[in-house]
């Protein structure tokens, strides 16, 4: 009986956790479409506010553009791809912005928040892209920045960066 209630209880506690990590809304999207990314930001660090939140921005995805957000300032990092992407009318984009900030707000640990920005996907169907992101509170860091191994699930990790599976056009 104890093995029951011991099992049950650590079952509790995996979908406690599975539901605690850096979320996208929406978990597939058309490929080559532009896409709306809200990532749901569910608390703080373990009682301590988030202070800000970087998002790193999946390889291929293109004119990618941040909602600001009230309260939060709001920042860009742009960089070189590592290959030109063609853009509309054939040209050739080879920079872009790759990460994005939003820092100097207060999301209280037992608050929840959205946190949007928007682009165009790749026109990769079949294959699953990843936005890493880091938490950082007044009093520690949660990096949801793991991204699983082909074929294991992102269940498996404890910290899974929020992922986009890409579909193809119907």
Not at 71 to 81: C, F, I, K, S
């Amino acid at each position: 009986m104890k093995k029951a209630v011991f099992a049950a209880a650590f079952l509790c506690g995996l979908s406690i956790h599975a539901d605690a990590h850096v979320t996208l809304e929406q978990q597939q999207a058309v490929a080559g479409s532009t896409y709306k990314a809200v990532l749901r930001v569910p608390h703080g660090c373990e009682g301590s506010p988030t202070i800000r939140l970087r998002v790193q921005i999946p390889d291929g995805m293109v004119n990618v553009k941040p909602m600001p957000k009230a309260g939060w300032e709001l920042t860009t990092v742009r960089a070189r791809y590592a290959q030109p992407i063609s853009g509309d009318h054939g040209a050739q984009i080879t920079e872009g912005v790759r990460e994005v900030v939003w820092s100097g707000g207060r999301l209280p640990d037992e608050h929840y928040d959205e946190f949007v920005l928007r682009g165009t996907l790749p026109n990769k169907p079949g294959e699953t892209i990843h936005f890493p992101t880091v938490s950082e509170c007044e009093r520690g860091t949660d990096r949801w920045i793991e991204i699983p191994a082909a074929g294991r699930p992102a269940s498996e990790y404890r910290y899974p960066a929020p992922s986009l599976r890409l579909t193809p056009r119907n």
